[in-house]
């Protein structure tokens, strides 16, 4: 068996993990809802990964999530299935969050807690840049033609698989255990970073931790807890118990 046929899908797989954990712990649980303190050094650290990885810039995500929960499944909600339809959320996710980031006035009234600092403005605005240079470690590492070929795949996971996904599915059909538009995919939260276990979330924002109940597993709640650990971060969110549940 050739070298390129196992381990591109590997490290196409374990670039996406890093991206989607460093989205939802640092973008997501950190920025959006402010449910952790970040220390500067994690904070540079995190901004790297996703650099290379997404090119997202933060302010954008951030206003842009915002803005989805201010507006949850009701016009304004800038990825809404119930407005746009299940499969355009699926695959014109990008599209949605790229139009809304770059609506002045959302970033305006929704980000105005994170304005553009020097990284961003010398760095990190760049996103062409920090995913041409992943893109070129790859390439470094395991040759040309497979570390092209792993790019291509962690981009289609990331950007029209995985991510898509949590808006999608997370506000189409599935579990509940809150009242709220929201569903929770336990199978899928594994690779998701925790972030299908969507019902919970939309019923506690603040709360860094997003399982709740029973086979409910959120992985990036473990590197929250290593990074605590270590005093790279520090959980201000409230935690959320079972005793708040639907029924309960």
């Known amino acids: 068996m050739s070298f390129h046929v196992w381990v591109v899908p590997l490290v196409a797989m374990a670039i996406t993990q890093v991206a989607v954990i460093a989205t939802s712990v640092y973008l997501h649980r950190a920025l959006a809802h402010r449910a ?16 290379l990885t997404t090119g997202q810039r933060r302010r954008e995500w951030v206003a842009v999530h915002r803005k989805h929960h201010r507006f949850t499944d009701r016009e304004g909600d800038p990825h809404s299935p119930r407005l746009l339809g299940v499969w355009r959320v699926q695959l014109l996710n ?20 994170i304005p553009e600092d020097r990284l961003d403005r010398a ?19 395991l040759g040309l033609r497979a570390g092209l070929l792993a790019g291509l795949v962690h981009a289609l996971l990331y950007v029209f698989v995985l991510a898509p996904l949590i808006n999608a599915l997370g506000h189409w059909r599935g579990a509940q255990n809150f009242e709220n538009t929201a569903y929770n995919w336990r199978a899928l939260a ?18 860094p931790r997003f399982s709740v109940g029973r086979f409910e597993f959120d992985p990036s709640w473990l590197v929250i807890r290593a990074f605590a650990a270590v ?3 520090v959980i201000v969110g409230p935690s959320v118990r079972l005793v708040t549940r639907k029924g309960r």
Request: charge should be positive.
């Open 94 to 113: 990008v599209y949605y969050y790229v139009r809304e980031g770059r609506n002045p006035e959302t970033i305006k009234k929704f980000a105005p807690d």
């Open 231 to 233: 005093k790279l971060m």
């Open 36 to 51: 952790l303190l970040v220390h500067p050094l994690a904070d540079v650290f995190f901004r790297m990964l996703l650099w």
């Open 123 to 141: 760095v990190f605005s760049w996103g062409v840049v920090g995913l041409g240079l992943g893109i070129a470690l790859l390439c470094l590492v």
């Open 190 to 207: 594994w690779v998701t970073g925790g972030e299908s276990l969507h019902n919970n979330h939309h019923a506690h924002p603040r709360a």
